[in-house]
């Protein structure tokens, strides 16, 4: 395949842990402990294809009222997770980084979190973000917030950049965002057969091409990612332009 036919960044909703293992009368743990098994594969075909970025929705804002029992798991399989992998990351050049409310995780995971930041913050094959306690609306707030609260000299002239003006525009916005040092996403895959978006990204999938397939997460292989890829390079990304212009 073309590599400007590939996505730079790939975002991925890793939905259907549950479901899976209801199917096989399995409590959904066991569900989960597949998915983190996908997740390290497909970080590693993402990687193996030189994609550059690699986002993975791995817990959102809303699954904090989960039965505290599942998101205690999920706790867990998120530590054990990075601890043992963090030798790999390095030695691969995987730049581990995250976004999302991080201060909300229990405290040992978050130390976890930093130490695998900072372990592997010299990588420069890959970037993996795992979204974590993440919910767009709230970053987007949050972002607002901190707009309004540090540059309020900016606030007087409401003149956006394309207008050649000195106030906000997107990209003012875009600085603060969690994601301020990645390229939007060009891919989103979500699995499970759920056609929504549930809090994530709202603002940086502006123009993202959106891959839907119904095969739960723990099912998801290499060859599903492929074929979201050849997907993805049969489309035209026309940002509001015509066929001819491009
Ligand atoms: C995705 O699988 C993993 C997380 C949200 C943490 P689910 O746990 O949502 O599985 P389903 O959607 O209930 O099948
Ligand atoms: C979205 O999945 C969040 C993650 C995959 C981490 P959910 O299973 O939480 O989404 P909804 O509730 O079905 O929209
Ligand atoms: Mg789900």
């Keep these: 395949?073309?590599?400007?036919?590939?996505?730079?960044?790939?975002?991925?909703?890793?939905?259907?842990?549950?479901?899976?293992?209801?199917?096989?009368?399995?409590p959904r743990l066991e569900g989960h402990r597949r998915g983190v098994e996908v997740a390290e594969e497909m970080i590693t075909a993402v990687h193996n294809r030189r994609i550059p970025y690699l986002t993975l929705y791995a817990f959102s804002d809303e699954n904090w009222n989960r039965p505290k029992e599942e998101v205690d798991t999920l706790m867990v399989l998120l530590e054990?997770?990075?601890?043992?992998?963090?030798?790999?990351?390095?030695?691969?050049?995987?730049?581990?980084?995250?976004?999302?409310?991080?201060?909300?995780?229990?405290?040992?995971?978050?130390?976890?979190?930093?130490?695998?930041?900072?372990?592997?913050?010299?990588?420069?094959?890959?970037?993996?973000?795992l979204a974590l306690s993440y919910g767009a609306r709230n970053e987007i707030m949050n972002a607002i917030t901190r707009l309004v609260r540090e540059t309020p000299s900016l606030l007087e002239p409401v003149l956006s950049e394309v207008e050649g003006g000195e106030g906000w525009g997107?990209?003012?916005?875009?600085?603060?965002?969690?994601?301020?040092?990645?390229?939007?996403?060009?891919?989103?895959?979500?699995?499970?057969?759920?056609?929504?978006?549930?809090?994530?990204?709202?603002w940086q999938l502006a123009y993202t091409e959106l891959y839907f397939t119904k095969t739960m997460w723990p099912d998801f292989s290499e060859s599903d990612l492929q074929k979201a890829l050849e997907e993805y390079a049969k489309r035209e990304r026309r940002f509001g332009k015509i066929s001819e212009q491009l």
């Design 1 to 26: 395949m073309l590599s400007k036919t590939l996505p730079k960044h790939i975002a991925i909703i890793m939905d259907g842990n549950g479901r899976w293992a209801k199917s096989r009368g399995l």
């Design 80 to 129: 054990l997770f990075l601890k043992s992998k963090q030798q790999k990351m390095i030695d691969k050049g995987i730049r581990f980084q995250t976004i999302g409310a991080i201060s909300k995780l229990p405290e040992n995971v978050q130390q976890t979190i930093a130490e695998t930041k900072e372990m592997t913050a010299k990588g420069n094959q890959m970037t993996l973000i």
């Design 170 to 202: 997107e990209g003012t916005l875009n600085q603060f965002l969690d994601t301020k040092n990645y390229p939007d996403p060009d891919l989103l895959i979500r699995t499970s057969g759920e056609y929504r978006l549930s809090n994530f990204l709202l």
